[in-house]
């Protein structure tokens, strides 16, 4: 249908005309934009999808009414979507929120590793047998995706070799690429809910979403700035004697520093994981005050078992450590993956309350706990 | 006797190499710990910080014997078989010892997440991954040993064994097609090799094992010199050749296999020492050229391993890149002067 689109030749409305047109507000996310023109269709592009991407995608999304009436010429966009969405493949548990709060859970027809998603309405969905499997990870089964007849992908790629999703978009489904996880500003990752606006046409819910996260969120920080101390903080966990954690430009980063508190590796460079000898961590460590998010361990025994070298961290002896292993949903998938980068603010706030005690009394952390005995 | 003598040179060297080679290890690291207080620790007295008495106790310490006993077993392994097998291009993995090693680790890490979810997260610990993977290599050892009562030509052998690699990277190939990424990136580290992560009981163990594989080889010296005349003649001098080869399997097996266990797999280290080593002692004497490469080995190791934990930085690179860097040009330049090979 959209390829249909796409392929004839010649078109009277082929390009946009700039007059007239709106922009969507978009104040922090620095991967997508969108413009939509008075005849209602919006062109979304997506920057930096994933890191070193050579070039923009670009996608033109048109109201299902007219979507016979407009033509295109053929490659001027990476995809035509036809708006609201009724048939979607998500391939990511951090898409799924959105669906939840945009009210478009009918929506979804497909999901590869459906075991993981935590969303109790979306759960209900794949209980009565709406939702597909469609395999695991990027592996992306083709017959399945064809058979549950989706009318867009939204996909995420790692590198510029597309690999899964090649042959649907040769099938004739098209593809759209989702670049949240490039976003290392916690806003900036929460407000792709817009995105997703755009798709299901549901774009002054989204907004008002974001504006209430962002109000939330922007507060949260505000009270934090009255804190009396500024706490220094661990984070990550050694996996045989390399120590994983996350680097100073990145998101989890980012949440530290909103707290209120030194991220002692607020300094090195780089947005994802830093591999670290455990020396250089006892080094600059060990006296830390808190430590917070130690990869996937859930209790001091665990962690006293699997390696006595963190008996020498403060922390540890003083029992101040917070992670988010033990907070699962009713799948085998952890709630952070899923909810957290849709709010920030509940992340920001856990992390208040645990940084900074007595600051959020009544609050009830959702994500990160304290750690079993 | 002659042979000895000019040796002795060479072992004096590599005995020199090996005290340096392992206090450089012990020396060097992320955090800059001066060279007088690893010594003024070392004969025991105290070091200017509190922390760094930890470090070079229960850190680098554990990690240089380690990284000691790991290249000398792993050099007296390729020795082991390059003899049986009177191949120049035979290491102790030839046999699909670590490829068994890497089937039991890939199915605790990859095939519990898929049995038991919540379970598993906590399941995959240094000691079970070691358990997992010495009973892998020692479902691959049995096999091959089984094979190898059957088999009167040691070629057969060599193909047997790398028929068995392929297969059990088959089953992990098709264990990683349903792992989520978590999993997956667990296995790939694990398959980078460690020598830091052992606690003073795994080194104990695996010490234990390296004694008795060495233990095993010096018993096995006479009749591996006897087989580098080739089996027949070997035969004719009395050797056993059926009940050596055997027994050369089994040391190596236990070797190796506890090795990985432990370290995780190790690349080129057996493949390279041997070759390096007979450069040095110009000699192909198993009686001198086993201490050789015992010696050899560890001073590899222990310089390979220095090098992995990038000194004066904070960052580590995994010590099988090294170990392959170091190792990889040593193979290509057998390559190139075959014809003076021993084999």
């Keep these: 249908m959209a390829a249909g689109c796409k392929d004839q030749p010649q078109g009277e409305s082929a390009l946009p005309d700039t007059g007239g047109t709106a922009s969507l507000d978009v104040k922090y996310a620095r991967g997508f934009e969108a413009r939509t023109d008075p005849q209602g269709i919006t062109y979304l592009t997506i920057r930096n999808p994933w890191p070193g991407a050579s070039k923009e995608y670009k996608y033109a999304l048109v109201p299902r009414e007219k979507l016979a009436a407009i033509t295109f010429p053929a490659n001027a966009y990476d995809a035509v979507i036809p708006v609201p969405v009724e048939r979607l493949v998500l391939t990511s548990t951090t898409h799924i929120p959105a669906l939840e709060i945009l009210d478009a859970t009918n929506t979804l027809v497909g999901f590869p590793g459906l075991d993981y998603i935590s969303s109790p309405a979306i759960r209900k969905k794949i209980e009565s047998g709406s939702v597909s499997e469609l395999g695991a990870n990027e592996q992306l089964n083709t017959e399945m995706v064809l058979a549950a007849a989706p009318e867009v992908v939204v996909g995420f790629g790692v590198s510029d070799a597309p690999g899964a999703y090649r042959p649907v978009s040769d099938a004739g489904i098209p593809v759209i690429f989702n670049g949240d996880w490039m976003e290392q500003n916690p806003l900036g990752k929460a407000e792709w809910i817009k995105f997703f606006g755009l798709l299901l046409d549901a774009g002054s819910r989204a907004g008002e979403h974001f504006r209430e996260v962002e109000r939330a969120y922007i507060e949260a920080r505000d009270l934090a700035t009255g804190a009396p101390e500024r706490p220094t903080v661990l984070s990550g966990a050694l996996y045989r004697d390399i120590w994983y954690l996350p680097g100073g430009e990145s998101w989890a980063a980012a949440f530290i520093e909103d707290a209120n508190a030194r991220y002692l590796w607020q300094d090195a460079s780089g947005s994802g994981s830093l591999s670290l000898s455990l020396e250089a961590v006892l080094e600059k460590g060990a006296g830390a005050d808190f430590w917070i998010a130690p990869a996937q361990f859930t209790s001091y025994t665990e962690m006293e078992a699997a390696n006595p070298h963190y008996r020498q961290f403060r922390a540890f002896r003083e029992r101040r450590i917070f992670g988010y292993a033990a907070t699962r949903g009713p799948g085998k998938g952890l709630l952070y993956y899923e909810m957290a980068p849709t709010r920030p603010d509940w992340v920001l706030k856990d992390l208040v309350h645990f940084l900074h005690p007595g600051f959020l009394p009544d609050y009830q952390p959702v994500f990160f706990k304290p750690l079993d005995p | ?343």
């Design chain 2, 1 to 343: 006797m002659i042979r000895a003598k000019r040796s002795f040179g060479g072992f004096a060297l590599l005995g020199g190499l090996l005290v340096i080679a392992f206090l450089t290890n012990l020396s060097l690291g992320s955090v800059e710990i001066p060279l007088s207080d690893t010594l003024r620790w070392l004969t025991g007295g105290d070091t200017t910080q509190a922390n760094w008495t930890y470090i070079i106790r229960e850190y680098r310490l554990p990690k240089a014997l380690t990284a000691l006993l790991t290249g000398s077993g792993l050099a007296l392994c390729g020795l082991l078989m390059q003899t049986l097998f009177r191949n120049p291009l035979a290491g102790p993995f030839v046999l699909g010892i670590s490829s068994g090693a890497s089937l039991g680790a890939a199915l605790l890490i990859m095939g519990a997440s898929l049995l038991a979810p919540t379970a598993a997260a906590w399941a995959v610990s240094d000691l079970s991954l070691a358990v997992a993977s010495s009973l892998g290599s020692l479902l691959v050892l049995l096999t091959v040993l089984l094979v190898a009562t059957r088999l009167r030509d040691a070629m057969a052998l060599l193909i047997v064994g790398l028929m068995f690699g392929s297969i059990t990277a088959a089953v992990v190939t098709v264990l990683s097609s349903f792992s989520q990424a978590e999993q997956l990136q667990q296995y790939i580290f694990w398959s980078y090799g460690s020598v830091g992560s052992l606690s003073w009981g795994q080194l104990g163990l695996l010490s234990l094992v390296f004694l008795i594989g060495s233990g095993i080889s010096i018993w096995l010296l006479k009749g591996m010199n006897a087989l580098l005349l080739g089996e027949n003649y070997a035969v004719s001098l009395g050797i056993p050749i059926k009940r050596l080869r055997l027994w050369i399997l089994l040391a190596t097996g236990l070797l190796a296999g506890g090795i990985t266990a432990f370290a995780g797999p190790i690349a080129f280290v057996g493949l390279a020492v041997p070759h390096l080593t007979r450069q040095l002692l110009p000699t192909s004497d198993h009686r001198l050229l086993m201490p050789g490469v015992l010696l050899f080995g560890g001073i590899l190791m222990l310089i390979c391993d220095t090098v992995a934990q990038l000194p004066f930085t904070s960052y580590v690179l995994p010590i099988n890149a090294i170990t392959s860097v170091v190792g990889a040009p040593v193979v290509i330049w057998l390559l190139l002067r075959r014809n003076r090979m021993l084999f």
